[in-house]
């Protein structure tokens, strides 16, 4: 069971990150778009920027989600739920990493960590999904 649970935590950890991979990477690239540079009196506030960075970070909360249903086995909502609420709060902590890999690599290193964490994420599914679980 402990197996589970962390293979569970995973796969919500590496999904809220890929997720938030993609909305700094969709942020980036608004931010380079030509609406930026046809309002410079905004300082820098893109126009549209708002709706990407608040409906990313929302969709970001599948990873709790992810992880609680998961852990449907456990059977237990309330820890379940703790345990979904933990996974989605770690995701936007490791999620932090976004950053250093915007820098070095540009958008193209952001689409190759969500790659990565959509891979992580299908093998943690499948491994998920074989798994017995006795009673």
Do not use: K, Y
């Not at 969709?59 to 998961?70: D, E, S």
Request: glycine fraction near 14%; aromatic fraction near 6%.
């Amino acid at each position: 069971m402990i197996g589970r649970i962390i293979g569970a935590m995973a796969f919500g950890v590496s999904l809220g990150t890929g997720l938030l991979a993609v909305v700094t990477w969709g942020i980036r690239a608004l931010q380079g778009s030509s609406l930026a540079i046809a309002a410079p009196a905004n300082r820098g506030l893109t126009p549209g920027l708002l709706p990407v960075l608040l409906i990313g970070t929302l969709a970001a909360l599948v990873a709790g989600i992810a992880t609680w249903v998961l852990l449907e086995p456990l059977g237990n909502p309330w820890r379940r739920a703790m345990l979904g609420i933990i996974s989605g709060c770690a995701a936007f902590v490791v999620a932090l990493i976004t950053w250093p890999v915007e820098r070095a690599f540009g958008r193209p290193g952001l689409l190759t960590l969500a790659a990565s964490c959509a891979v992580l994420c299908g093998l943690l599914g499948w491994r998920l999904s074989r798994r017995s679980v006795p009673a």
